[in-house]
């Protein structure tokens, strides 16, 4: 088996390990390390899209906001009928948790697909505007759709999110964006980033690329949304707001854009900071909001990105 | 037919307010080629302002109105100059997404400053210019919309001067052709950049009060929504062009209000960013911006 392989199989037998022992971890911690998982799942899969395409798109809330309605309306419309009134056996909620899971992925992708077709013709800040209107759009519509509880969201998702499902999906999530890239195919990905008009000249179909890249973030992002709502067991259209992309935008730029591991660094670290920064709870967002522009001025290149000079634009 | 002419002077007099703040975007992105994020803080600031300078001074009379309103037009040049000073200038000629990044930052440390020092809780607006409606048979206009409509107008007649009949005028418009050729010819960027965003600053001060007026609830995060509809009035009529925004603002607001009015009111929020969505797609220019071709 090739490592990567190995790596994927390796992760998904810690993660059942861990889930094992769960009920001996602290419930608060047990919470913070599945925030941070979310947030993983979601800055990896962004970090296809702005780092090693070199897009930049300001939409991956609106993509984790499709996948968390269509997960949660599976789970809570289809479930029950499905499952019964008795709420079936651990394994069939396991089955029902996934299939809404991927069903809330296949549902973002799809979004991802119509949104990035006609946007991604554009680049750098008009792409990013167009990404926000659309993350926007989602929103309002969501927000008019009476069926998924209109602006009250939706309520009593099952808590299907385990430790067990949130690690295995980073691990998936890790796994298909590193071997994507580092693939024969997935160099494309990088050479849209380097140098989109060389690309073209070698005959590189690049816009075909970014698609790709965008669908298949917003897949991911579509599982992280599922699982945040069957974590927080109610969604509503205003948690999935620009702020939230902004959120993932800013763990991609401090992991050093295109560089998973720094990334996953940044991930665990800006879901950690406003948790470390509880005590002091009125100013840790100015804190945090500093701290971003400082970086910007002090480290452009990333917090994470130790690749010494080589600097990218 | 009095209906559609009343929301006409509605929209007209949102859309004059979005003009400004949308002219503070468009300067920026002239002189810097970048979007200026916190500008809609700067806006939310200039509001604040005006309250705080509102319990000192009397209500309801002209000239209290006129020194609120040149107050945080002035207090909101001078925190649009050090907002340049401190978080800008060091990035300028970097990549831009870094110059986005910082702007994102500061503008969510204005947000949640203000969050702190400000409190979250709306604040009621005082009515700082004497108030009255006039009625001409079924269609009712306030003073207010006159005084928005009237401010706005001046306003940008103001800028327009200055930007095509004054020294610094011209130097803005040469910077914003070729920053380098500017400097080769003596222009100084550093003050033309700071005049820049001062000026803008100042338009989105006077948004903030005017907005107020017509809208007397304000918080921390009431800059967000009109900022972001600016931006795409500053993108209908052609990023960098003043003339644009003006018009991009004043047919959003309209559009705006009209949707309001109708059945799909709750979609209003959602019409901008189609709006924005349908312009870049088709026309990225803008309504009366030049197309250009990207050279390699």
Redesign the interface.
Known sequence: MPRPHLYLLAALVAAAGLSHFSDRIDPYHLDVLTGIGINIILAVSLNLVNGYTGQ?SLGHAGFMSVGAYLAAAVSLFLGPKILGEAGGTALQQGFMFLAALVAGGLGAAFAGLVVGV??L??K???L???T???G??IR??F??VEFLGGALGLNGIPAYTSIFWVLAFVALAVFVVTCLVNSTYGRGFLATHDDE?ASEAVGLNTTRYKIVAFVIGAFFAGTAGGLYGHFKMTITPTGFDFTKS?EI??MV?MGGMGNTLGVILAAVLLTLLPELLRPIA??R??L???L??IL??AR?QGLFNFKLGKAK? | MSEFLQQLINGLSLGAIYALIALGYTMVYGVLR??NFAHSDVFMVGSFIGYYLGKIIPENTIWGGLVILLGAMLGCALLGMLIERL?YR??RG?????V???A???S??LE??G??FFGATPRTFPSVFPSANFSFGSLVISSNQIIVIVVAALLMVALQLIVYRTKIGTAMRAVSLNPKAAQLVGVNNDVVISFTFGLGSALAGAGGILYALNYPSIDPLMGVMPG?KA??AA?LGGIGNIPGAALGGLLLGTVETFVNGSQWS??K??IA??I??II??FR?AGLLGKFTVEK?
């Open positions: 930049f006609p946007s013709r554009l750098g800040d008009y990013a505007l167009v926000l209107g659309f926007e759009i309002v519509i927000q008019n008009i902004i935008v800013v730029i009125e100013y967002m100015i945090y909001s500093l971003l522009i910007m001025l452009p634009s | 970048f979007i978080a060091r990035l970097g990549p831009t997404l870094n986005l990044i910082t994102i930052g500061v969510l440390l949640y400053s969050q702190v972001l931006f795409v993108v709750t979609y929020d959602a960013f189609a924005l969505i870049l797609l990225p390699v």
